[in-house]
């Protein structure tokens, strides 16, 4: 009973551990972009790679 319960608290540990990785590593892949546009934006360019995140209705 109590390995069952001690495996569970490391299971969901590492459940959590998990969401964060994946949270902050898109947050930080979104500032990213957001700096990129930003220096694309100064030098007065056309973001090459904005084509590939539109979406079309279908």
């Given at each position: 009973?109590?390995?069952?319960l001690v495996l569970g608290?490391?299971?969901l540990i590492?459940?959590?551990a998990t969401v964060?990785?994946?949270a902050e590593d898109r947050r930080s892949a979104r500032r990213a972009?957001?700096?990129r546009q930003a220096r694309l934006a100064d030098l007065g360019?056309?973001?090459?790679?904005a084509a590939r995140k539109l979406k079309l209705d279908r």
């Open positions: 009973m109590q390995f069952s608290v490391v299971a590492f459940v959590v964060l990785v994946i972009d957001q700096r360019e056309v973001d090459p790679l």
